[in-house]
């Protein structure tokens, strides 16, 4: 039975960043995929293998779209690696320029590697650096060739079995976050500055609606919602208001939403992002729903149930609201 190929992207960050600003990045990461591992002081992991889907883009595209998103919102440079796994994402970021991406795709991994400095493994000491190089292996190839008991001899069974692992490029550790996300983010970046109110809301009302398949799809809710505009001239403005009760229910989201917005006025200003920050999260079955009398309500929640079922089944575009037809709301 075949498992689903990993996509996992390393980013360094090229800026001293205070433990705050860290945290900010962590969750502005989140709003790509749940799966973000610190890496301090300056580094973050992203498993981007069910983003992939959800936002039907590549692995390559998705990648540049949170280095967009770190430069767009914090003014912050970086370079990433992609590959299958966390230890090769790494030494590809390691070879990247700032603002390149390097992309060792699944399969090429062995050519990669192979004329790289072995010293560029993770887990090379100076010590084993020089016993490697009093026998000629400077290169990770150098490795891979050596007859596994001819290594052993040099380093002891455990060292070499270690080494050649990771010569070959294997690293099978999950991209783990210390802890359940605090927040969940989504957030939306323009082409262009827009003017026009009404992709203003439609931009809101789609970023609700992703926050609440989010929730759902994670078994949580929340109980208050956090609107940023960012602006042309890089100035931003965030409301924030508690929901009327703790939900997923994407409607009840997009109602505090579009409040939050018409409080704001936009008329005529040229926005450039919007982002929406979900807060006090809890597990969905921690708190009562309020009864409704309304039969309208039941029926929404169950078609917003049905149409949950159909996305994960045929993906992100298969439903969705209406009123979000008539413009794609997401960056392009």
Not at 39 to 55: G, H, I, M
Request: positive net charge.
């Amino acid at each position: 039975m075949s498992t689903r190929q990993r996509h996992i992207a390393h980013l360094h960050l090229h800026a001293a960043l205070s433990e705050a600003q860290y945290g900010d990045i962590i969750e502005l990461m989140s709003g790509i995929t749940p799966h973000v591992q610190a890496v301090p002081p300056d580094a973050v992991q992203l498993d981007l293998t069910s983003a992939l889907r959800y936002f039907d883009l590549s692995p390559y595209d998705m990648v540049q779209t949170a280095m967009m998103r770190l430069k767009l919102f914090y003014d912050i440079d970086s370079s990433a690696g992609l590959a299958n796994n966390r230890m090769l994402a790494s030494m590809a970021a390691d070879a990247s320029a700032p603002g390149d991406t390097t992309w060792v795709p699944d399969g090429q991994a062995a050519d990669w590697l192979y004329p790289r400095p072995v010293t560029a493994l993770p887990g090379i000491g100076r010590a084993t650096a020089d016993t490697l190089g009093r026998h000629g292996l400077h290169a990770i190839g150098h490795v891979t060739d050596m007859p596994p008991a001819t290594l052993q001899r040099l380093l002891g069974a455990g060292p070499a079995r270690l080494l050649a692992e990771r010569a070959r490029g294997h690293d099978p550790r999950p991209v783990t976050p210390s802890e359940p996300a605090a927040h969940l983010v989504a957030d939306l970046v323009f082409e262009r500055d827009c003017l026009d109110p009404a992709r203003h809301h439609r931009a809101v009302l789609g970023l609700a609606e992703q926050i609440g398949r989010r929730l759902r799809g994670e078994s949580r809710i929340a109980s208050r919602l956090a609107l940023t505009v960012r602006y042309a001239d890089r100035s931003s403005t965030t409301r924030t208001r508690g929901l009327p009760e703790p939900t997923n229910h994407s409607p009840a989201l997009a109602a505090t939403a579009l409040g939050l917005l018409t409080a704001l006025g936009l008329q005529r200003a040229r926005v450039r992002a919007f982002a929406i920050r979900a807060d006090g999260l809890l597990p969905a079955g921690s708190a009562y729903r309020q009864l409704s009398l309304d039969p309208g309500d039941a029926r929404a929640r169950a078609a917003e149930a049905a149409a949950d079922r159909a996305r994960r089944r045929f993906g992100q575009e298969a439903v969705g609201p209406a009123a979000l037809r008539t413009d794609r709301y997401g960056p392009g």
